[in-house]
């Protein structure tokens, strides 16, 4: 049996279904980054994309910055689309997702939230990190290792290098750096994201975000913050990107303290969309990032992997 196998058969398990043609080639043998808070072992990219990656990105990012507090870099795309459909199915069939559920109080009473999407994350505050090996949290400052009471209630994860390679590609663009990546996979129109600013204390002032869309083209919405005491000065309009598989969004500046994003849900004949991957590159200044995150996209629940047969997101099971 050849050693070689198209990108296909290393996605589809089964050969009768139809799956998307291409010639690239990986190799059975593609090396995978491992970790002990890891519940399987996570792919590093085929040959295919890696190679890639160094003439992103496609075209240079454009300036978004004609509304009040606004401040965006957008690449359109950022991944050209052949890579962005290859990156999408090789993070969708590989990372470990979780669909979080957390109580909030509002007024008094409680209520269960289910996060309307899959989620994960991985990375680590910028006040640590992983010693060279990844076994050990180490002060960032000291270099001794930090007690284990440091980060009790999550086991923070190193990037695996898939993403990582994505970080850095990214860094190189931006000029900005990163310690977090958060990854949701929205699997229809149903799965959505209400409107929010990632403004947390944790980010520090002013911080850069860049967030990179992957397989369904989904809209992105923003809108200015309310003002306090009274109506939206007329010149703040909402904004709708219709972001498409590859492109990336930084949102930087003033952005977050002062607008709110959303993708909402999609319904009818626009609902069935395939999925769409959404990436962001962040960066957490102090431990209460690190905490906040896990708690957010891992929780407690169960891991999802893909189920390349079933086409659909299943409990993993060791
Ligand atoms: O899916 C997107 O494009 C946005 C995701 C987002 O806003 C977030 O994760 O904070
Ligand atoms: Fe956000």
Redo the contacts with the bound molecule.
Sequence with gaps: MSKKRTIDSFFASNSNTKKQKTEDVIDEKTPSSTHATYPFPIPELPPSLSQELSSWPAVPGRVINDQPDLDLLYFEPFIPSYAAKDLFRFLRSQLPFYRVEYKIKRGGTESQIRTPRYTTVFGLDATSLFSPSGATILDAKTNNPVPASAYARYQPRPLPKCLDDLRLSTEAATGCRFNFC?V?Y?SSGADS?SF?S?DERFLGPEPAIA?F?LGAKRD?YMKHKPFVGGPDPPEAKQLKLP?ASGDMVLMRGRTQANWL?S?PKRTGRNERDGGRI?I?FRRAMVKGGTDNYYNYNVGNGPVYKWDSDAEEMRVWKP
Excluded: A, G, K, P
């Design positions: 958060l949701n929205y994201i929010h990632d967030s869309s992105f972001l994003h993708i959404n962001t």
